[in-house]
């Protein structure tokens, strides 16, 4: 685009028309901004004094009939398309790797319904998930989709990488939680899905766009399922010698059904680290939080319950207020300087797997990683915190204090540090990913994830998007 | 703030978003540039040689409010305003803030307010209490003054006026310019030494955190020993509560709202003080704005009305928008800046703006 800046202006001129100049950008500040999202690579490639591919023009739509529009001018012109929510994603699906139209999406934030009869909210996708979530609180609802980046990231941002929340053990992910959308297509249809999730009228097409990282289209409006703000909240934190007998106790709960809205355990150097640093408590373990709400005479039962489990697998009770500090504190993890930062190297490789699976894969991953990266003294953390009826997600991280200063061989060994945890996942039945999606930096194996169903998907992306503007490079798809 | 320690700020906000969706600026202009994040990002980015100042990444950098918002989230309390001013203060000096920054400078140097060409008025008298007047209430809201001075009065106290028409030294120091706020301070301080007053008393949040936070964490200017330092609010919701002040009832049976005033966040401990008080006046409960309490915004007075016109409106307008969503027909604050700028605009919202202490000195017993 740069080389040609008589098709530049056409192209403003014409976005300018649709939005409004006041919508479009093209200045140097924001292009630069708009260069990175939360992904460690972009960021760390700035913190090296290196430039990115910023996007060409940034626009900031009303409606969903202007993204329409503005996805018209893209297959006219074959310029790539990336939406943008609020840029909190960790894989890089949101960076403007071949520059092109970005599409900010937070102009769209209204609350357009809520149904107290039905316990749902249609609102456009645009909208900060936290700000939606202070609406309906004052309505005595939640949305109960608690991610960490709840602060900052669009509800369009939550589904379209199949996000997953802290109560999700309960609750279910964002995907179990959306009844219907309003999605732009990649050639300007503005379609809607089916009103309600569970029916019988043919195939489930609808969770196409739930993981599709805006390849299928731009996600503009949603109906969520609401719950009324609990009555009880109970926390509890048990200390285990054994994580494999944690793990345990996370299966019995919840192969018996007993409906923690969160169980979160911490392996023993993430305990020790991690929870030391943020919370303060200084345990020798593998220190796990249950919680149990809604109707306090319920939830005192099932974590009754909960609790026999532990004991029977040698859990040390804790009591409440270990509990009640990380549920009153859990995104203070997320702030820096307590985060993980720059100029350290970092990744979250988490993965989810069945019951049966889990321990080795954490092993195996585990193993994988600090031996095979042992001369740069890494580290290798994590904590089970996304609790199914059949399995678990480990949320995996891997950590270089000291990683090299110039930012290509970073980049190099971040990759070789990856490959080598995504193997050891994929060896072990383990999905490349459970919740960040899989981005720019997940791409790359979509390919052995998937096998010989990975066609299908292909043909999929090339009958909705038949150019191939929508996010390229993203989620294992071409440009 | 040392120049390290604004460094060491910046490196911890520029990749972080977590106070991104309070950010009022943010809010009104979805552009991820004008949010900590984006300023972060800009000056550290400056400092590694990505970008360099110039008029576009300048106006960025004056597009912040300095309101506190972002550090009042933050968890590890990150003074990104007082980075972000430090930053500013370097831009100022080598020539390349806004020209309208400058223009404001020398008002604050010669006038030392950026509204009339008018020195401030001579302080005379002692007393145990002082009442810092300012700029606001002097040049935009006189009988917020007047108003004030009655109800103090009411309840036996007098105090000693000093700063009448003087910038607290916030504005100069929000646009880059610690030294003339500094400049602005000490003649404050020495007209409350002058008083013999062992209480100064302020008309605002905004006063109060000059004299408080900015004073020393941002100015590093020591404030005196022995001397304290309280809003008026505070002051007559002491007496209200002990039953020395009282007020007749309103009959205005009007819905109305109370809306924070700019800089209310920075003092977390007064958002109950002026609704107690109102509640001794209006004969029926406010309704409450979305943007409220521990996640209110600014109403568009401070250093953007001057540099950035449109957002600063924009800001007012927000205000006036999220009031007459709360079903409220009339606005009340005590903030003369903040007055000035809703009353500007609150025809195009069809809100009647009264004025806090107006309104309790109209009601006095």
């Known amino acids: 685009m740069e ?477 | 703030m040392q120049l390290q320690t604004a460094t060491a700020t910046i490196e911890n906000c520029r990749y972080c978003l977590m106070c991104r969706h309070v950010c009022p600026v943010g809010h009104i202009t979805r552009r991820e540039t004008l949010t900590p994040h984006g300023w972060g990002l800009t000056i550290a980015s400056v400092q590694r040689g990505l970008l360099t100042w110039n008029l576009d990444t300048v106006d960025v950098l004056y597009s912040c409010a300095d309101c506190g918002t972002c550090r009042a989230h933050c968890v590890t309390d990150q003074a990104l305003p007082d980075a972000i001013a430090t930053t500013r203060a370097e831009v100022a000096a080598q020539n390349l803030a806004p020209a309208a920054a400058y223009k404001v400078h020398r008002a604050l140097q010669e006038w030392s307010n950026p509204y009339e060409k008018q020195v401030p008025e001579t302080v005379n008298g002692q007393a145990e209490i002082a009442l810092f007047v300012g700029d606001d209430a002097k040049y935009l809201r006189p009988t917020a003054l007047e108003s004030a001075l009655k109800l103090l009065e009411a309840a036996g106290v007098k105090p000693v006026l000093i700063g009448i028409g003087r910038s607290s030294g916030y504005l100069a120091s929000s646009l880059g310019f610690p030294e003339t706020a500094k400049m602005l301070v000490q003649n404050t301080l020495d007209e409350l030494k002058a008083s013999g007053a062992r209480r100064m008393l302020v008309l605002t949040p905004g006063d109060y955190y000059a004299f408080d936070r900015l004073l020393t964490n941002r100015l590093e200017v020591e404030w005196p020993q022995g001397v304290e330092l309280q809003e008026v609010i505070s002051l007559l919701d002491e007496k209200f509560t002990a039953g020395m002040l009282k007020f007749k009832s309103s009959d205005d049976k009007r819905p109305y709202a109370y809306i924070d005033p700019t800089h209310s966040l920075r003092l977390p401990a007064r958002y109950e003080t002026p609704r107690h008080l109102l509640a001794g006046v209006m004969p029926t409960a406010g309704r409450e704005l979305f943007w409220r309490k521990e996640r209110m915004h600014p109403c568009g007075n401070g250093a953007l009305q001057f540099i950035t016109p449109h957002i600063s409106d924009h800001l007012t307008y927000a205000r006036l928008a999220d009031t007459q969503k709360a079903g409220a027909q009339i606005a009340i604050t005590e903030d003369p800046g903040c007055l000035s700028h809703l009353s500007r605009h609150a025809d195009r919202f069809g809100l009647y703006i009264q004025g806090f202490y107006e309104l309790l000195a109209d009601h006095l017993v």
């Open chain 1, 3 to 479: 080389n040609n800046l008589f098709l530049t202006e056409m192209i403003l001129s014409e976005l300018s028309e649709i939005v409004g100049p006041d919508f479009v950008s093209v200045k140097e500040s924001d292009k630069f901004i708009y260069s990175t999202d939360w992904a460690w690579m972009p960021q760390m490639w700035l913190d090296r004094g290196m430039q990115l591919r910023p996007p060409d023009y940034i626009v900031h739509p009303g409606s969903a009939e202007e993204i329409s529009e503005i996805l018209e001018i893209a297959n006219k012109y074959r310029i790539p398309v990336v939406p943008w929510g609020g840029g909190s994603g960790t894989q890089g699906a949101a960076l403007p790797i071949f520059g092109g139209i970005l599409i900010d999406t937070k102009r769209m934030d209204k609350i357009i319904a809520i149904d107290e009869k039905s316990l749902t909210v249609t609102a456009q996708a645009g909208i900060i998930i936290a700000q939606l979530e202070w609406a309906l609180n004052e309505k005595g609802f939640m949305l109960p989709h608690y991610a960490a980046s709840s602060n900052c990231a669009t509800l369009g941002g939550a589904l379209a990488p199949r996000g997953t929340g802290t109560m999700s053990t309960k609750y279910g992910k964002a995907e179990d939680m959306v009844l219907s959308m309003q999605i732009v297509l990649p050639t300007g249809e503005i379609i809607c899905t089916p009103p309600v999730p569970k029916h019988a009228a043919g195939p489930d097409w609808f969770r196409l766009f739930l993981g599709a990282e805006g390849n299928f289209g731009i996600i503009t409006e949603a109906t969520m399922q609401l719950d009324y703000l609990p009555e009880a909240r109970l926390m509890r934190a048990v200390l285990f010698d054994d994580l494999n007998k944690a793990l345990e106790v996370g299966r019995l709960i919840m192969t018996h059904r007993l409906n923690p809205f969160v169980i979160r355990l911490y392996d023993r150097e993430s305990t020790s680290s991690h929870v030391k640093k943020v919370l303060g408590y200084d345990y020798d373990g593998a220190y796990m939080v249950m919680g149990f709400d809604g109707d306090p005479e319920i939830a005192a039962l099932q974590e009754k319950k909960a609790m026999v489990y532990c004991q029977q697998m040698g859990g040390r009770d804790l009591g409440r207020d270990p509990g009640d500090a990380w549920w009153d504190h859990r995104y203070d993890f997320y702030y820096p300087p307590k985060s993980l930062k720059l100029p350290w190297m970092y990744g979250t490789t988490e993965t989810v797997t069945t019951y049966d699976k889990i321990a080795n894969l954490y092993w195996a991953e585990k193993k994988a990683v600090e031996e095979g990266f042992a001369d740069w003294n890494v580290k290798f953390i994590a904590h089970f915190s996304h609790w199914f009826h059949w399995g678990v997600m480990v949320y995996s991280r891997f950590i270089i204090e000291e990683p090299p200063q110039d930012a290509q061989e970073a980049l190099r060994l971040h990759n070789r540090v990856w490959n080598a945890a995504m193997q050891a996942v994929m060896a072990n039945g383990g999905m490349i990913n459970e919740h960040h999606g899989v981005g720019l930096k997940l791409s790359r194996y979509m390919r052995k994830q998937y096998g010989e169903a990975w066609p299908l998907l292909l043909k999929i992306k090339k009958t909705i998007d038949p150019n191939g503007i929508m996010n390229p490079g993203k989620t294992g798809f071409g440009f």
